[in-house]
């Protein structure tokens, strides 16, 4: 994978259904991150991308969970308004996604068939459903189904497999473009892998050279505009999904844009160029969240917009800790604004980095492979690769 700068290339829009995208580039959905504030500050930078909503319980929406609705919130004039569900079964699916189009509050859903979290994976979801091909057909045909009178696109977003016994990928993109899935997206990463080692660019290239009816989107190392490049170079994919390597850089967004439209990406911020976007950022997250739960939730984003620039552990410290828009102020005039981003500070892991993991599975469930039945909430075992 590219360290330094990759062959520009212009790129055509990107159609999704109905959606055309400026360019071929999508956010990808990150729990406790991809909230209304950060995908403005996102769309700022890169206008008429698709920017995801994080991911929701199909049931907890079917049933209007509080907690729920509060999640699915869109900016004022947000378009197009994208959600992710995750979801093991095809009723709560259907009942879900009947439910948001009808009462338009979506203009794409996305089905997340990849998180390998074990609160998902131990109930049958995410990453353990394509395990059982018939249950991931009656799941993604349900969806779409409920979806498609409104003309509304479904995508679906997972993993290689769940360890390297375990791969999975290449049928589930089948399937997919056998019900009518408008875009796929492979994390060309396993559940074991969580986020560890590097992303397998060769499984992305291999799913698009066995769907070719719709669009394929890779996610794996976009830490940099480059990367795009070489991805979609590299494995003739449609399109790029981009995770942790926008944490505390939203501007990699207008990077993209640049660089898919036959320019050049400007140079990594100053910080005082960062301190400005940290300081729009904590006042949209508290204007978002109820209470003290903004600037709360904004500490972790401080560390990642920190990363790469020579601030003292001292002063990261109390940005780790800040309890107020006033004395996030204070600790940004202590910043040297002038400070450039240290080489490679662009390639530096922000987020998510351990594994590999162990997947919890529902007991018994690789015993019923070629069950529909979702899974109850008993007994459940780990799975680890040989």
Known sequence: MPTAAATIIRRPPLRIGALELRSPVVLAPMAGVTNAPFRTLCRRFGPDLLYVNEMVMAIAVAHRNAKTERMMTFAPGESPRSLQLYASDPVSTGEAVRRLVGEGRVDHIDMNFGCPAAKVT??????????????????VRAAVQAASPSGIPVTIKFRKGINDDLITYLDTGRIAADEGVSAIALHAR??????????????????????????????????????????????????????????GRPWLFGDLVAVFSGGTPPPSPTLGSVAAV????????????????????????????????????????????????????????????????VPGGERIVRGHSNGPIKVSLPEGYLERLDDETPPDDAAVVAVSGG
Not at 122 to 139: D, F, H, M, T, Y
Not at 218 to 246: F, K, L, P, Q, Y
Not at 290 to 307: C, Q, S
């Open 122 to 139: 131990r109930r049958g979801g995410g990453a353990a459903v394509p395990l059982k091909r018939n249950l991931l057909r009656s799941i």
């Open 190 to 247: 396993t559940a074991e892998q969580h986020y560890a080692g590097r992303a397998d660019w060769n499984a992305i290239g291999a799913l698009k050279e066995v769907v070719t009816t719709i669009p394929v989107l890779g996610n794996g190392d976009i830490w940099e505009a480059s990367d795009a490049v070489a991805m979609m170079s590299e494995t003739g994919c449609d399109g790029v999904v981009v995770g942790r390597g926008c944490l």
């Open 278 to 341: 940290m300081a729009e950022h904590a006042r949209l997250l508290v204007g978002h969240h109820p209470g003290d739960l903004g600037i709360r939730d904004f500490r972790k984003h401080a560390g990642w917009y920190l990363t790469g620039y020579p601030v003292g552990g001292e002063l990261r410290r109390r940005f780790g800790m800040v309890s107020s828009l006033d004395e996030l102020d204070d600790l940004i005039a202590l910043l040297d604004h002038d400070a450039c981003l």
